[in-house]
């Protein structure tokens, strides 16, 4: 790997490096706040300003990948490593949850995009935004729940009020 990082004339100091890790490491897409969070255990001296400039400067240099993921998180940017085949991202909107699509429809997709149009693909970013199989489930009780709690209760003996609601309007 460290070949190819040269060859793309990048020079790797102590922080890139300790970056780079944790990303090809983690598998996962972690945020900027907690890279920072895990480079601090690696070197304490590493402050919040000096990681986010480095993962802005790895992002250029096309070693990672900054993904929003449908905005899940607000305005949180998530990141991963290059090195991995393409895939699309799959993400809860409810829970969070991202999953990793691997498979030969985007590259399909890939190469009916590049016939359709005479164009070159250098990147392609596929997100998916729904809800997974136990979010759907959560979400058909919480409907049901909240339909029951629209409908008027239905008082068994209901004592007449004094005191009449103000009619509206
Ligand atoms: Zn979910
Ligand atoms: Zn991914």
């Known amino acids: 790997m460290k070949g190819s990082l040269k060859e793309r004339g990048i020079r790797l100091t102590r922080q890139r490096q300790i970056l780079l890790d944790l990303i090809d490491k983690s598998g996962k897409h972690l945020d900027a706040e907690s890279l920072y969070q895990l480079a601090r255990q690696e070197d304490p001296k590493l402050n919040r300003v000096t990681v986010y400039r480095t993962l802005k400067m790895l992002k250029k240099g096309g070693l990672v990948d900054e993904l929003d993921l449908m905005h899940f998180g607000g305005d949180q940017h998530f990141y991963e490593t290059r090195l991995k085949q393409e ?20 590259q399909k997709l890939r190469r009916q995009i590049e016939d359709h149009f005479g164009f ?23 409907l049901t729940e909240a339909a029951a709690l629209a409908a008027p209760a239905a008082e068994p003996n209901p004592k007449p009020s004094r005191r009449r609601p103000a009619a509206a309007g």
Do not use: D, M
């Open 120 to 142: 070159n693909i250098v990147i392609a970013r596929t997100e998916i935004g729904g809800y997974c199989a136990h979010c759907q489930a959560l979400r058909a009780r919480e």
């Open 87 to 106: 895939h699309a991202h799959v993400i809860c909107l409810r829970c969070g949850k991202v999953e990793e699509f691997f498979g030969e429809p985007l």
